[in-house]
T-cell receptor
């Protein structure tokens, strides 16, 4: 079955440290992949997307993601985390016109 | 930000009552979607619309119906609300289904007592 998996439910990171959030996909063909962020009580904001081409994708707020076909992964990274990055992050895959979301990763940023 | 509003933003209702949630867009996008968000499940698609009066079911459509009489409005109805429908509901829009980004509204928190 087509799906997107986020293995980490919860991650704690110190402010200024690097962050990597994992996302694995299971699709027959290369899907369109997205990362969204949700701050408490807010809707989902698009961070970045991968459709084709360059496998390293730059997004907003200093985030980037790398598409690795060999590992079926689309991990999100940020070199230096700010307290405002505390939020829930969702990976999603678009296939046959429908978005499928991972369960989300909650990021906590400590001083 | 995409012009998407949802109303109401919060609602508390009782089991067995009908509830209608509204999504309104100002982007003239063809596709509109309703999702529900529950802890541990991410967002799951309830119904979507690919044009006025054209709708289809998503992953978790049981107990829900939708209507779209105008391009800008997409209504989600719970005919007889149950406690299992307590959730946060998000509307999304996109220009195309297969290649376009979906943009999300602010959400409606629904509590069914």
């Amino acid at each position: 079955a087509q799906s997107v998996t986020q293995p980490d439910i919860h991650i704690t990171v110190s402010e200024g440290a690097s962050l990597e959030l994992r996302c694995n996909y299971s699709y027959g063909a290369t899907p369109y992949l997205f990362w969204y962020v949700q701050s408490p009580g807010q809707g989902l904001q698009l961070l970045l997307k991968y459709f084709s081409g360059d496998t390293l994708v730059q997004g907003i707020k200093g985030f980037e993601a790398e598409f690795k076909r060999s590992q079926s992964s689309f991990n999100l990274r940020k070199p230096s985390v700010h307290w405002s990055d505390a939020a829930e992050y969702f990976c999603a895959g678009l296939s046959w016109g429908k978005l499928q979301f991972g369960a989300g990763t909650q990021v906590v940023v400590t001083p | 930000d995409a012009g998407i509003t949802q109303s109401p933003r919060h609602k508390v209702t009782e089991t067995g009552t009908p509830v209608t949630l509204r999504c309104h867009q100002t982007e003239n996008h063809r596709y509109m979607y309703w999702y529900r968000q529950d802890p541990g499940h991410g967002l799951r698609l309830i119904h979507y619309s690919y044009g006025v009066k054209d709708t289809d079911k998503g992953e978790v459509s049981d107990g829900y119906s939708v209507s779209r009489s105008k391009t800008e409005d997409f209504l989600l109805t719970l005919e007889s609300a149950t406690s299992s429908q307590t959730s946060v509901y998000f509307c999304a829009i996109s220009g195309t289904a297969s290649t376009d980004t979906q943009y999300f509204g602010p959400g409606t928190r629904l509590t069914v007592l």
